[in-house]
């Protein structure tokens, strides 16, 4: 089966340091997906990207940018932390394929004090 | 506006009891339903996918259906087990690209 890795479970950084969530899989997907998730809230899309150094904003890219400089890597980048920005961070995979589901690691809990 | 609404927020069950969430959307042009259950900690896993032909389909005690033409669908559950204790997302997507909207998730506690 996919495997979607995330680098860390849990995180805890400061108000205006730079935070990279680093997002791995091994199927060779051509697509990867940032969401974040927050109580009572849908999955929001941040960024995703559909090959090696392409990336498109998703819904709520301000604050973040992401790096896909290998097919398998994906990573997403807060330049300058804030309160907000606490969260559930998801990374997802898919294939090109019609009707294929997303693949997703098991997330990063980012807290930014 | 394209949405996707779950209902209950969150639902409290015993043992052995069954179960039904619902999935409400607006999603257009329509391409499919996917239900996801995702665990404390983990993140989430499909269950089952709906296409616009697709009326019911069963996942061992799962069985979702869908209504095309009202735009619902349902989750039911059968003799609930603990292991059951999840968030189910209900995640619809449109035709052309990555257009795919999450419902906010239905909280389910098993209780022994």
């Known amino acids: 089966d996919v495997k979607v890795t995330q680098s860390s479970r849990y995180l805890v950084k400061r108000t205006g340091e730079k935070v990279f969530l680093e997002c791995v899989q091994d199927?060779?997907?051509?697509?990867m997906f940032w969401y974040r998730q927050d109580p009572g809230l849908g999955l929001r899309l941040i960024y995703f990207?559909?090959?090696?150094?392409?990336?498109e904003k998703g819904d709520i890219p301000e604050g973040y940018s992401v790096s896909r400089e290998k097919k398998e890597r994906f990573s997403l980048i807060l330049e300058s932390a804030s309160t907000n920005q606490t969260s559930m961070y998801l990374c997802?995979?898919?294939?090109?394929?019609?009707?294929?589901?997303?693949?997703f690691g098991s997330g990063t809990q980012l807290s930014v004090l | 506006k394209n949405q996707v609404e779950q209902s209950p927020q969150s639902l409290i069950i015993l043992e052995g009891k069954n179960c039904t969430l619902q999935?409400?959307?607006?999603?257009?042009?329509?391409?499919?339903l996917r239900w996801y259950k995702q665990d404390t900690g983990r993140g989430p896993v499909s269950l089952t996918i709906?296409?616009?032909?697709?009326n019911t389909k069963s996942n061992g005690r799962y069985t979702a259906t869908l209504d095309a033409d009202t735009k619902q669908s349902s989750l039911h559950i059968t003799a609930s087990q603990l292991s059951d204790s999840a968030s189910y997302i209900c995640?619809?997507?449109?035709?052309?690209?990555?257009?795919?909207?999450f419902g906010a998730g239905t909280r389910l506690f098993v209780k022994a």
């Open positions: 997802a995979s898919l294939s090109g394929q019609v009707n294929e589901k997303l693949f």
């Open positions: 199927m060779d997907h051509e697509n």
């Open positions: 990207s559909y090959d090696v150094k392409m990336k």
């Open positions: 999935c409400n959307y607006t999603v257009s042009p329509f391409s499919n």
């Open positions: 709906m296409t616009f032909s697709e």
């Open positions: 995640v619809v997507r449109g035709t052309g690209g990555f257009k795919t909207i």
